[in-house]
């Protein structure tokens, strides 16, 4: 573009210059020259000549003008550019610092434990039902703020998987406001003895509609897994949502499968283990 320009204005100044010299020259020397000073032919031929140079000079000008426009724009356009790069490199800088910060000073929410607490599983006309419990710690050397944890209760079916399921419910919260009730762990505390309770909850379902769907014939056996994430925050990115995500699945102590009409299995008969390959453990 700046090449093009530059050709443009120097094709522009030639030709002026052109233009003006055979005017002057046709004027000076045109078929008619004055023999005599006292000609009158001869003062408008040289009025002519005067205002061809005096025209040329004004074209000549407006080309100068023209030349220093462009190049002013031209200034203006690399000035431009370099604030531009300049804005972009301290942005990049400061998303680099702010990274940096946040792996520096940063809380780590690992599960120590998962159980299953209340009474056991329930499993009547309103569906299945259990608690679960955690025990986690800040491993970070950062509190961890807004913690929160969340679970849900998956009985696998066709078109049905934990980890799926995990991945859609987890990803909603990264979406909406930290909110409900939260609480804090500084770095090395534990939940729940920290908070100075001996144990804690939660309790999940699933209604009876899906669980019929998981149902495998001819003896109404279930594959139920709890899924679920805590999810918390800490002061360096206290707008993003941390997470650190399970998968386990619920089955009997003595190794047989869970059955839609046992009804009610005691807690003491039950236990959660990981999902195989550890799928649904992640951290962020």
């Known amino acids: 573009m700046k090449t093009f320009q530059y050709a443009a204005l ?3 100044i030639a030709f002026a210059l052109v233009f003006l010299g055979i005017t002057a020259w046709r004027s000076w020397h ?8 006292n000609d009158p ?11 061809t140079i005096f025209t040329g000079a004004l074209a000549l000008l407006g080309l100068i003008q023209i030349a220093f426009l462009i190049s002013t724009d031209i200034t203006a356009t690399k000035s431009a550019t370099a604030a531009v790069v300049s804005a972009d490199a301290a942005k990049t800088a400061s998303e680099v610092a702010k990274r940096a910060l946040v792996a520096s000073q940063r809380a780590w929410v690992r599960i120590d434990k ?10 009547d006309a309103n569906g299945a039902s259990v608690s679960i419990s ?30 799926v399921v995990q991945d859609q419910k987890c990803t909603d919260l990264r979406h909406q406001p930290f909110g409900g009730m939260t609480f804090t762990l500084f770095p090395n505390e534990s939940f729940p003895s920290s908070m100075g309770i001996g144990g804690w909850s939660l309790g999940i379902n699933i209604p009876l509609a899906q669980l019929q769907t998981a149902v495998l014939p001819p ?6 897994t709890a899924v679920g994430c805590i999810d918390y925050t800490f002061p360096t990115d206290p707008d993003a949502h941390h997470q650190t995500g399970f998968i386990v699945e619920i089955r009997q102590n003595n190794g047989l499968p869970i059955a839609f009409q046992d009804g009610l299995i005691p807690i003491a008969q039950l236990s959660v283990t990981d999902f195989p390959l550890g799928a649904g453990r992640y951290a962020d």
């Open 10 to 12: 120097v094709g522009a």
């Open 30 to 37: 045109g078929p008619e020259v004055p023999a005599a000073a």
């Open 41 to 51: 032919n001869y003062a408008i031929a040289q009025y002519n000549l005067w205002l």
């Open 114 to 123: 998962i159980e299953l607490g209340g009474g056991g599983l329930s499993m």
């Open 134 to 163: 955690f025990r986690f710690t800040n491993v970070g050397n950062s509190p961890a703020i807004k913690i929160r944890p969340y679970a849900w209760m998956v009985a696998v079916a066709p078109g049905v998987a934990p980890s």
């Open 219 to 224: 003896n109404n056996l279930l594959l139920l």
